[in-house]
């Protein structure tokens, strides 16, 4: 690593949102173009940095900084060419050279010791020489504090937030209680506090490190979908996270239930643990799904006439279920409606929408991604969107994402259907709920046996648990529907039947292989040659479908091989690898967590922008169009050709999407599915989730694997426990 000294003579150019900067710098008077992360560098600014120099394709030979320190100016030209930069506003060219002709070398002693004095030069007020010294200092101390953040592993665009949201008062946290920052912001979680806790000296069984270990291993919980845990499960994954004896931790809990930071309830022998977020989310869920549950009174008579002329004038017959929903959504306040495929949940939202149609009701139709919510447009042939767009998000400030309707400015509609309800979770709903206001109707509609929400909750389940609301469950599987064995068969997986592997089906295959690179083999067949055609979509269209991240069939195993062979090195093609993933431009990608502020525009085909928004969303899909490697930047194109640039520190939420797991799947429908079996974890393996990935095909599904595991999958009922109270919180209100 080399170290160059030097001013910055001029900035080319500037990432205004991650610091990403190239600039000139004046090194032993020669001009040498660097590049890095700088926290608010100006031209005119002394730096030291520490850096390789690199050769760029493109732009030649660069230095490539890694860290760096302000420096203050030393000679009179230096400190003349820093204040006649621009650094500092009020100061030109002309004021600074008279300021410095004035006090040469002695300028900053001046300015930080007796600023009153700069009103001995021209053009200087006592007003102004005040601010020019708060300036500078305001400087020196940000350079101070980020030099003493930096000796830590501060990155610096995460040493200013931390300057900014604390001041002068970093040195006192720090050194006391650096696991507050993990309390406070945005970005800094556990993990990174602790290494800070190591460096600057704190117990491993501090009280401080224990209480923000439990809320550290609650966020943990929340992120594989439970609200709460047990008291003694938290234990046992905190002492393991903390490396600490468990009777350590017990005596914080009232600590931080008194804190507000928890919340305990005692059901039945069970003590359940919740980050009070969550447990005021579900409490407040279930009071105001109880206050939609409003009764009307309409008679049979009129419901009936209604009904059959909706059926005469769209040329359908509705079975006794869903007559009774449609029944139940004209008295209900709160209604949900269950089933699995082919059993008539589109034609019963249909006759739904047109009853309320009839009535001159306004109506929303919305589902929790843009790929549901497309699919819902399409068969109701009425507008719906994704929750997040009818709820209007905002990016919100420094991460805090929010929505711009709320109790304050709630939803002007008489009637809000949600599809897909199997994937909404306990935040969303939270939002949802908010918005909507006593006499708006409210129809949830999801297949309870599909895998829960990947957020926390278990939201659909809890709320049929809990009966509360009336839930009417369609099974009659339809005659259209009846002629598809991916139906057929979905229905006998959830019924935990026997299904005929014989291949005599025009839409369900199970190809029996045994060893996981001919699998992976006949995968690639199957996606370049056989299915495209079959069911007449393009490569990108058919979905590899898989119960697992690691092992010889996980995502990560798979995605590198299918890449080789879909999206092969080219030259006019460029790449970018980041974190041992290479993206390559003409990749399929997906967006792997919820972000807010993401920006994305629809473009014209003259590139001009016809509509923006904000916000990408765990499990969106789409295609890199473009890498530029000089603006450190990647475009990519979503659904509904929503066109989005990522900076390269956030390729850290995008993973290849040529093989998803089965998760990450739920409400999305692919013309054709491909499903490598083998083995895996008995827990996981289990009819919930060969159910979720059978139902995502729309014309075509292939099994590739061992038969074997097929069958023990179809009768292994066990899953994974998700730990939610909303069923109960429900029964309370």
């Known amino acids: 690593m080399e170290t160059i000294n030097g001013y910055v003579d001029h900035i080319i150019y500037r990432n205004a949102d991650n610091g990403y900067t190239v600039l000139v710098l004046i090194y032993e008077e020669e001009e040498v173009t660097c590049v890095g992360y700088f926290s608010d560098i100006a031209e005119g600014e002394n730096i030291e940095a520490k850096g390789e120099y690199t050769d760029h394709p493109t732009y030649g030979r660069q230095f490539k900084i890694s860290s760096f320190e302000e420096k203050a100016p030393q000679d009179e030209i230096a400190i003349e060419r820093y204040l006649g930069s621009g650094a500092i506003k009020g ?3 002309a004021l600074a050279a008279r300021i410095v002709r004035r006090f040469k070398e002695d300028t900053f002693r001046i300015i930080e010791e007796e600023p009153e004095r700069l009103a ?3 053009g200087i007020s006592e007003h102004k020489a005040m601010e020019i010294a708060d300036q500078v200092n305001a400087k020196k101390d940000l350079r101070q504090a980020m030099i003493f953040l930096q000796q830590y592993g501060i990155h610096v665009n995460l040493a200013v937030k931390i300057y900014n949201t604390y001041g002068q008062e970093i040195y006192r946290i720090l050194k006391e209680n650096p696991y507050q920052l993990a309390d406070d912001m945005e970005g800094v979680g556990f993990r990174t506090a602790d290494e800070i806790a190591t460096k600057v000296g704190i117990r491993t069984d501090s009280d401080f490190r224990i209480r923000s270990g439990i809320q550290y291993a609650l966020l943990q919980a929340a992120g594989e979908g439970h609200t709460y845990l047990p008291m003694d499960e938290l234990t046992r994954r905190t002492s393991l996270l903390l490396d600490i004896d468990p009777e350590h931790i017990e005596k914080h809990y009232m600590n931080l239930a008194m804190d507000r930071k928890i919340v305990m309830r005692q059901n039945e022998d069970v003590t359940q643990i919740y980050s009070a977020s969550f447990f005021y989310m579900e409490a407040n869920t279930a009071t105001m799904l109880k206050q939609l549950n409003i009764k009307y009174d309409v008679s049979d008579a009129e419901i009936e006439q209604r009904i059959h002329a909706i059926e005469k004038k769209s040329d359908i017959q509705l079975d006794e279920h869903q007559i009774q929903a449609v029944r139940e959504a004209i008295r209900n306040g709160v209604l949900v409606i269950t089933g699995g495929p082919g059993t008539g949940k589109t034609t019963t939202i249909n006759t739904i929408i047109r009853y309320f149609e009839m009535e001159g009701m306004d109506i929303f139709l919305a589902a929790p991604t843009g790929r549901a919510a497309k699919r819902m447009s399409e068969t109701t042939g009425f507008e719906a969107r994704t929750i997040h767009r009818m709820l209007e998000l905002n990016g919100g400030m420094d991460g805090n994402a929010g929505f711009e309707r709320n109790e304050q400015n709630p939803l002007e509609t008489d009637v809000i259907i949600i599809d897909e309800m199997s994937m909404v979770d306990i935040s969303i709903m939270y939002s949802l709920l908010k918005a909507v206001v006593a006499g708006t109707r409210l129809i949830l509609v999801g297949d309870v046996n599909q895998l829960p929400s990947v957020g926390p909750g278990s939201v659909l389940k809890d709320i049929i648990d809990s009966h509360q609301f009336n839930t009417v469950m369609l099974t009659k599987i339809f005659r259209q529907a009846s002629t598809s064995d991916i139906i057929v068969n979905a229905h006998k997986i959830n019924r935990g039947e026997e299904i005929t592997l014989d291949n005599k089906s025009m839409d369900f295959f199970f190809l029996k292989r045994y060893d996981a690179d001919k699998i992976i083999n006949v995968t690639l067949q199957l996606i370049k040659q056989k299915l495209p055609k079959f069911v007449d979509a393009a490569e990108y269209d058919i979905q590899v479908l898989t119960p697992m991240r690691k092992g010889l069939l996980g995502v990560e195993r798979l995605n590198g091989i299918l890449q080789q062979y879909m999206n092969p090195p080219d030259k006019r093609k460029t790449e970018k690898e980041y974190n041992g993933t290479i993206f390559r431009e003409g990749d399929k990608v997906m967006q792997t967590k919820n972000n807010y502020q993401l920006e994305w525009e629809i473009r014209s085909k003259y590139g001009l922008s016809i509509e923006k928004g904000t916000g990408i ?17 990647m475009t990519i194109a979503f ?18 999407a ?16 491909v499903i490598p079996l083998l083995t895996g974890p008995r827990m996981l393996m289990n009819r919930n989730l060969l159910y979720t990935a059978v139902t995502r095909a729309k014309k075509c599904v292939t099994l590739v694997g061992n038969d074997e595991t097929f069958n023990m999958m179809i009768q292994n009922t066990t899953e994974l426990k998700r730990y939610s109270g ?4 429900l029964i309370e209100a």
Do not use: W
């Open 639 to 656: 659904d509904e050709n929503r066109m989005v640039e990522y900076s390269f520190k956030l390729l850290d939420e995008l993973e290849l």
């Open 726 to 729: 909303l069923k109960d919180r």
């Open 658 to 673: 040529y093989a998803i797991t089965i998760h990450k799947s739920q409400g999305s429908e692919y013309p054709a599915v």
């Open 120 to 122: 001995e030069v021209k």
């Open 91 to 93: 100061i030109g060219i």
């Open 617 to 633: 969303f765990n499990g969106d899909m789409g295609i890199i169009q473009q890498i530029n490697e000089f603006a450190e930047t």
